[in-house]
């Protein structure tokens, strides 16, 4: 008795269809890319065809470049999937820095930072100056860069995480929450010293800081200075202690008193 294969006998083997239409190829392949869960190579498969053609693609290279276009778009995908994850406020990015209004601020230092290199080890990053010194712009875009680099980054103000840590101690489920923010890459937290916290809150920030301490990076941006933290921390050795958390290895850049924001509105006025 002769039997007709239609597939190979090998698992996984190549199916071949005989006599298939061009039309019916094109709808195989819409299906098996919607089956496949592959949208970049469904919606460029045309195009590719007449490039590969121009060009005298090799199979080889045509189906490189249809992978190549499936793999570049998931990672887009995924870098704007844990920049918006990261929770920023407004859009920063380093290239839109002004470094010709800070004098204060090193690019060098700024460009080393994104590398990224600092938060593999682990190490903190304090940005401390007064309002409208960049320190925000630099702390919101070195935090989206490391989220295209591939880390996980969470931002948050100082006030709104020591009120979420407040509230889940009360619904006792603060070691949960001190392990999700224990768990990203990279901690963001702005605003730091802009309003006094009392001994609990100090506490609880603590153990967020203690939990990340030579494991995963920290950044934070402040309007005091660090012998003016006693004013955030109002108990001495608690700020003692938390400043002694966020210094140690840390890169400390000091972004100066006068804001640049303020005297860029100032000279559009008089223009």
Request: charged share 25%.
């Amino acid at each position: 008795m002769t039997t007709t294969n239609t597939s190979s006998s090998r698992p996984g083997g190549l199916r071949r269809r005989q006599g298939l239409t061009e039309q019916a190829a094109q709808a195989a392949i819409d299906q098996a890319c919607r089956r496949l869960r592959l949208p970049t190579i469904r919606s460029v498969v045309d195009e590719a065809i007449t490039t590969a053609t121009k060009e005298q693609l090799t199979y080889q290279g045509f189906l490189a470049e249809l992978l190549l276009a499936e793999v570049d778009d998931r990672d887009r995908r995924s870098t704007l999937r844990r920049i918006k994850s990261a929770g920023f406020p407004r859009e920063k990015w380093l290239a839109d820095f002004d470094f010709d209004a800070n004098p204060n601020i090193n690019p060098a230092t700024i460009n080393e930072l994104a590398t990224g290199d600092w938060i593999r080890r682990g190490d903190p990053l304090c940005l401390i100056g007064d309002s409208g010194t960049g320190k925000s712009h630099l702390l919101i875009a070195l935090g989206t860069a490391a989220a295209e680099q591939g880390y996980r980054v969470r931002y948050t103000l100082a006030t709104r995480l020591v009120n979420e840590l407040v509230e889940a101690a009360d619904e006792k489920q603060l070691t949960k929450t001190i392990n999700r923010y224990g768990r990203v890459d990279l901690l963001v937290i702005d605003e730091l010293g802009y309003m006094e916290l009392d001994r609990r809150g100090a506490e609880l920030l603590f153990q967020v800081l203690t939990e990340r301490e030579e494991k995963n990076a920290i950044a934070i941006a402040s309007n005091q200075s660090f012998s003016a933290w006693t004013d955030t921390f109002t108990d001495p050795r608690l700020c003692a202690a938390i400043v002694d958390r966020l210094t140690y290895n840390a890169t400390i850049i000091e972004t100066g008193t006068n804001s640049y924001r303020l005297a860029h509105t100032r000279a559009r006025q008089a223009g």
